[in-house]
């Protein structure tokens, strides 16, 4: 298949905006011949992933290569969280040596113009993308809110040809930047009457676990669901399973006004009640027979003011348990928001640890001899047990703090 390249595009190969864009559009390039691409596609904006813990040493060669060839970022891009606390990772007896490669990532996408949120939640801010806008992003989390919830179009952008993205502004057309490719494949029938927030990410992760790479079309979930629940629900399924594009009925902006199913049928029916709920509650929950809970993390996906604003009512008069440590994860500007609100000191107070531009799940936890963690996300959930070893119990974030604290 002939891949068609614009005048600019053709400038980028030949070297005349410089050799850092030279070698990125040479990348994209390989990729679309690879994917049999018929055309490049001009994004918006990017969202990279530069946490040591899944680039390696690997990830800080290309993205230092890119500094020396004096490439920069074309279009806004964003970083997802780091394998580290960047304020203070020593708080978390993080190797010396861990925290320099961490840090040379962070150097180098300075360097590139990256704008420094490190957060999954980039479009809650300062990375929102409008309806229809193509972008090219990574962390499969805000590819399935960016796609489903805000109606803008990319695939899951593997990490280092979403650098050379935001380089170049340029990513091979397929997949979901064709229209014809999002239309809904499978039906998801939720039977539930009273949904909890703990169920929309287990709804996730069943949906995830159950369609693959189908693009599921949900039914039934009630027209209060907020963008929050729709976050977790997207994380979890595209953890369990690589679902980049959902559709809620009446909901999102390809399901309303509109069949989401572009006039074709359905391939299957998934029906969701609630057996199903407590049955993936009992598979998630790995550590159910676990004596003890080490670690409670809540903040999978990144926290938004008004989650810590309810977590933070919840440590009222209570205390974190000695032998439990206790750590929410959000970022920075959410962080300093909820300080000057006041949701913040009652859970210091408690003995809580609010770390900023991370997670547990791609941090170097397992370094720490965690056996068993509670968490109330199931992407994080769902990752812990084979990225780093641990049981994991699974409920939701009021049962996380009453099995964490003591009365005071
Ligand atoms: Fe975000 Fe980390 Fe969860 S990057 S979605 S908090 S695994």
């Given at each position: ?22 070698f ?9 011949h690879a ?5 490049l ?17 690997a ?5 230092e ?13 964003t ?15 993080i ?25 999954c939640?980039?479009?809650q ?9 193509n ?7 805000a ?8 109606g803008?179009r990319?695939?899951r ?10 380089i ?16 809904g494949?499978v039906?998801?029938d939720?039977k539930l ?18 369609v693959?790479?189908?693009i599921p ?6 027209e209060?669901?907020?963008?929050n ?9 595209a ?5 980049a ?5 009446g ?11 572009g ?12 057996s199903?709920?407590?049955e ?8 159910a ?15 938004d003011i ?5 977590i933070s ?12 440590e206790f750590?929410?994860y ?9 300080i ?9 107070e408690a003995?809580?640890k609010?770390s900023?531009?991370?997670c547990a ?6 370094i720490l ?7 109330d ?8 047990p084979?990225?780093?070893?641990m049981?994991v119990?699974?409920?939701s ?9 003591i009365?005071v």
């Open positions: 298949m002939e891949l068609y390249l614009t005048g600019e595009e053709k400038q980028m190969l030949k070297g005349e905006f410089g050799e850092g864009i030279k990125a559009i040479e990348i994209i390039v390989n990729i679309a994917l049999e691409a018929r055309e596609v001009e994004i918006k904006s990017s969202h990279i992933l530069a946490h040591y813990g899944s680039l390696h040493d990830g800080i060669e290309l993205m290569k890119l500094v020396r060839l004096g490439a920069r970022c074309r279009v806004p891009a970083v997802d969280p780091a394998s580290i606390d960047l304020e203070n990772w020593k708080a978390y007896q190797p010396e040596e861990y925290a320099q490669k961490q840090m040379r990532l962070c150097d180098a996408t300075k360097n590139l113009g990256v704008i420094q949120n490190w957060s939640i980039p479009y801010g300062p990375n929102i993308p409008k309806p229809g806008d972008i090219a992003w990574a962390e499969s989390s590819v399935s809110f960016a796609n489903s919830v805000i803008a990319t695939n952008t593997p990490a280092g040809l979403d650098v050379c993205a935001a170049t502004g340029r990513i091979p057309k397929v997949g979901l930047y064709l229209k014809e490719n999002r239309a494949t039906l998801v939720i009457k009273n949904i909890k927030n703990l169920d929309y990410h287990t709804i996730g992760y069943i949906v995830g676990k159950t693959g790479v189908e079309v949900i039914k039934g979930l009630p209060t669901v907020t963008a629940n729709l976050k977790c629900l997207g994380a979890a399924a953890s369990s399973g690589s679902v594009l959902y559709h809620v009925y909901v999102t902006p390809e399901a309303t006004g509109v069949d989401p199913f006039g074709k049928k359905p391939k299957k029916v998934i029906v969701i009640s609630e199903e709920i407590r993936a509650e009992r598979k998630i929950s790995t550590g027979h676990s004596e003890k809970v080490d670690i409670i993390t809540l903040g999978c996906p990144h926290l008004d989650e810590i604003k309810e009512k919840l440590f009222v008069n209570r205390k974190v348990k000695k032998d439990v750590w929410i959000t970022n920075k500007e959410n962080r300093d928001k909820a000057e609100k006041g949701y913040i000191k009652p859970l210091v003995g809580v609010i900023v531009q991370t799940t791609i941090s170097p936890i397992s001899g965690f056996r068993c963690m509670m968490t996300s199931a992407k994080c959930a769902n990752i812990v084979t990225e780093h070893g049981e119990i699974y409920a974030t009021e049962e996380c703090v009453e099995a964490g604290t009365t």
